[in-house]
């Protein structure tokens, strides 16, 4: 089993107290994937020494910009420091010396520092919120801010991959600040609330074939009304208290297709995919020696992945499932519907990407060697030939020592 794990630069400057990058190789790491684009947070770091809770700079990068960003301009963090090599310079100096791959995690659509600076950059609700740690990948500008940032990793000697997450827009159920409502959250009110109708997406969505036919402006503005009238309705039934709900969230999806004439859902997701095949087409322009993972989650709504990866093996090769904060059980049982699509729909004559699970194997969800055993064995049934651990800075590092161990034996 290959082992990787994720890292923030002051966690490879705090690593030195461990042995440094020589003792990650020595546990049975092969790759370290280090955040080049990050968001904001609050940290508790255990095992570093002095100040254990860490603010994170929002929507800064660990490298230095060189590209044509155009109206988004990245900001460089305080870790990229004077003349000195930048925190992934120096990752993809000494990684290799020391057997280790570097990786360059990239979070591309998260980023609240150009959200409140560029609202109209934004995902829109149906209501006309704009969701500000969101911006929307089908805007002109987020996309060229996102090929300039990837041109610029392919651009640096030493680096083995760059993971990319964030493909996609996020939506209403990622929230925000001290983020609060009195409605029990459920997958009818997540999807509507997260469909963008931003002046991008209208655009693209009216243009959208449905069969034969473009969707069309009006059946596009129907959409949104119907959207709002279905999501007011819901809300005023909630109103009183959860037991007056007359219908179950899918009833209410059901309706709403049914309404529309369309899989609603379906078309919302389009454009993640679209984004994605927008960016791999770089690919000619890249190292060829520089892979693209692409970073997915389980989607409780459709039961499947979030980014199928039947469409995806063309354009990538390798995808990486992210299963934080669920039990060794409930890995068990997501990963069948991340996997169903591997092979088969879309593009069956593409080379299927390598496979990668990441966990964080933290507690209570993982308190034994057998709980972690349980994963590693599933991913040997499945054909998941890696795991990257997250995350270096936030678990104990008897936690990093244990799961190494017992991941790689």
């Not at 370290?32 to 929002?58: C, I, M, N």
């Not at 679209?274 to 000619?284: A, G, N, R, Y």
Request: proline content about 5%.
């Amino acid at each position: 089993m290959e082992l990787g794990i994720y890292a923030h630069p002051w966690d490879l400057r705090a690593l030195d107290a461990h042995g440094g990058l020589r003792r990650l190789c020595d546990l049975g790491f092969r790759d370290v994937a280090l955040a080049v684009s990050y968001h904001a947070g609050r940290w508790l770091t255990p095992w570093q020494k002095g100040s254990k809770v860490r603010f994170l700079e929002d929507g800064t990068v660990h490298y230095r910009p060189r590209g044509d960003y155009g109206r988004l301009q990245p900001k460089e963090s305080s870790e990229v420091r004077g003349s000195e090599p930048s925190p992934l310079e120096w990752l993809c100096e000494h990684a290799p010396r020391t057997g280790l791959r570097a990786r360059a995690w990239a979070v591309l659509t998260h980023n609240t520092r150009l959200g409140e600076l560029h609202p109209d950059c934004c995902v829109q609700n149906a209501f006309g919120d704009a969701y500000t740690y969101s911006l929307c990948h089908a805007n002109d500008h987020v996309q060229r801010y996102a090929v300039a940032m990837v041109r610029d990793l392919c651009a640096h000697p030493g680096l083995d991959a760059i993971e990319l997450e964030a493909i996609g827009s996020l939506g209403h159920r990622h929230s925000s600040h001290h983020d609060k409502n009195s409605f029990p959250a459920n997958a009818f009110t997540d999807a509507l609330m997260s469909a963008c109708f931003c002046g991008a997406c209208m655009r693209g969505m009216a243009e959208l074939k449905i069969g034969e036919e473009s969707l069309g402006e009006a059946r596009t503005a129907a959409l949104r009304a119907k959207i709002c009238s279905l999501l007011a309705a819901h809300f005023d039934q909630d109103c009183m208290s959860v037991t007056s709900q007359k219908h179950t969230p899918q009833q209410l999806l059901d309706q709403l297709q049914a309404d529309v004439g369309h899989d609603v859902v379906a078309i919302l997701g389009q454009r993640t995919i679209s984004f994605l095949k927008m960016l791999m087409t770089m690919q000619t322009e890249r190292p060829s020696s520089i892979r693209i993972s692409a970073q997915t989650n389980f989607d409780s709504l459709r039961g499947n992945a979030a980014l199928p990866f039947a469409v995806v093996g063309g354009f990538v090769q390798e995808c990486a499932m992210t299963v934080y904060g669920e039990k060794a059980a409930d890995v068990a049982s997501s990963l069948p519907h991340l996997l169903a699509a591997t092979g088969e729909a879309a593009r069956p004559a593409a080379p299927q990407p390598a496979l990668r699970l990441c966990l964080h194997p933290r507690t209570p969800q993982y308190q034994t060697d057998e709980d972690l055993v349980t994963v590693r064995e599933l991913c040997r049934q499945h054909g998941i030939g890696s795991i990257s651990i997250y995350h270096m800075g936030l678990l104990p590092w008897r936690t990093i020592e244990r799961a190494a161990r017992v991941l790689t034996a």
